[in-house]
C-alpha cells in the first residue's frame, strides 16, 4: 500500500510545478522528479494528471488562507482589503512570476478539461461570494450604500485582482500588484484608511 | 522559395491554434495540420515555434483594431468605452472560452519564454499608453478631474479588463464580460450615458 507521505510529497511537487509551469508546461515526469520518486510510482497516487491537478487547485486555495474573510476581529471593508494584501503579499513571496493558479488554469484549461474548468468555474464562484458575503456586512455597518449590487462589486474586485496579477507575471514588479489598491479597490469600495 | 501565401495560412493557422489552446497546448505540427502543410515546411516560414508565437501576438494586435482609440468624431470617455465594448463584441464573436490571447499568453509564457514575456509585457504598456492618451484627451475637454493619476487608471482599466475575460473563459458566459461596464468602467470613470 503507499505511503501516504509520499502522496503528500507528489502534491507538493504538483502544486509546486503547476503553479510555476501552467497546466501544459508541467509533465507527471517533471512531478515525480520534484518529488524524488520514480515515473511509475505517480499511478499509486492519482489515476491521471487531471485529477493531481484537481487535489492542488484544492490546496493552492486552502493556502490563500480565506478563513481570513471571516475574522470579525476587523471591520468589514478594513477585512476585505487586508484579504487583498495578504494575497498580494503571499503573490510577492512565492514570486509575482508565478501569478494567481487560478487565474493560470483559467487560462489554459478552459478549453481543454471540462473537469479542471468546473473546479476553476467553481473557484471563482465561492470566492466570489465570500467577498460578497463581507460586502454584505459593510452594507450592514453602514460602511457601503444600501443600493450598492454587492455581487457585481465583488466580481469586479476579483476581475481587477486576478487582471492586476496577470500583468505582473510578465512586468515581474511587485509595484503592479500594489496598483490594486489605489488604482481599482479604494475608489471601488469608498475606502478611506481610519485616521489613526 | 517559400510562397508568401502559405506563410500567411500557417500564421492564420498558429494564431487559431495559440487563441483556442495556448502556447503550451499548440505543437508546430497542430499548426502546419490547420494549415494543410507537411510539417517539415514550417522551417521555410519560422526558425522555431517562439518566432511565429511572437508573430501572431503582433497580428492579434492588430485585429484589436487600436485605431479606433484615436476616433475623434467620438468624445474621449465615449470613444474609449465603445474600445471596450468592440473588444467585449470581439472575444464573444470569436468565443468567450478563448479569452483574450495576450491575456492567455502573460499566463503561460511568463516563466518560459524571455522573448514572448517581453513582448507580452510590450503589448500590455503600449496599450496602457495609448488608454492613458485618451484619458488625457478626457481632462482637456472636462469628462475628467485633472487630478486623477491617469496612468493608475489605465492600467486599473486594463486589468480589470484581463480579468473579466479570464473569469469569462470559464463560465463561457459573455454576461460576465458584461459586467466590465457597470462594475467597473462606469464607476471608475464617472461615465454617464449622454441623455439622446
Known amino acids: 500500500m503507499p505511503r501516504p507521505s509520499l502522496r503528500e510529497e507528489v502534491v507538493a511537487a504538483a502544486l509546486d ?13 517533471d512531478v515525480t522528479d520534484a518529488a524524488g520518486l520514480p515515473k511509475g510510482s505517480f ?6 494528471k487531471e485529477e493531481m491537478a484537481l487535489e492542488t487547485l484544492r490546496r493552492y486555495g486552502i493556502g490563500r488562507e480565506f478563513e481570513r ?13 487586508a484579504h487583498f494584501v495578504f494575497l498580494g503579499q503571499d503573490v510577492v513571496r512565492l514570486g509575482v ?13 478552459a478549453t481543454q478539461s471540462p473537469a479542471l474548468r ?15 458575503e463581507v460586502l454584505r456586512e459593510a452594507v450592514q455597518r453602514g ?23 496577470l500583468h505582473a507575471k510578465v512586468t515581474g514588479d511587485m509595484r503592479t500588484v500594489d496598483e490594486f489598491f489605489p488604482g481599482v479597490f ?11
Chains 1, 2 share one sequence.
Open 97 to 109: 512570476i508565478r501569478g494567481c493558479m487560478i487565474g493560470n488554469f483559467a487560462s489554459e484549461v
Open 69 to 81: 474573510l471571516q475574522d470579525r476581529t476587523l471591520p468589514p471593508l478594513a477585512r476585505l482589503r
Open 186 to 196: 479604494d475608489p471601488l469600495t469608498g475606502y478611506s484608511d481610519p485616521v489613526s
Open 143 to 165: 460602511e457601503l450604500s444600501p443600493e450598492r449590487d454587492l455581487e457585481l462589486l465583488a466580481s469586479s474586485l476579483v476581475h481587477a485582482w486576478e487582471g492586476t496579477l
Open 17 to 29: 510545478q503547476f503553479h510555476l509551469r501552467g497546466y501544459n508546461g508541467s509533465g507527471v515526469k
Open 118 to 132: 468546473e473546479a476553476v468555474a467553481a473557484g471563482f464562484t465561492g470566492w466570489i461570494n465570500k467577498v460578497t
Open 43 to 48: 499511478y499509486n497516487y492519482f489515476s491521471s
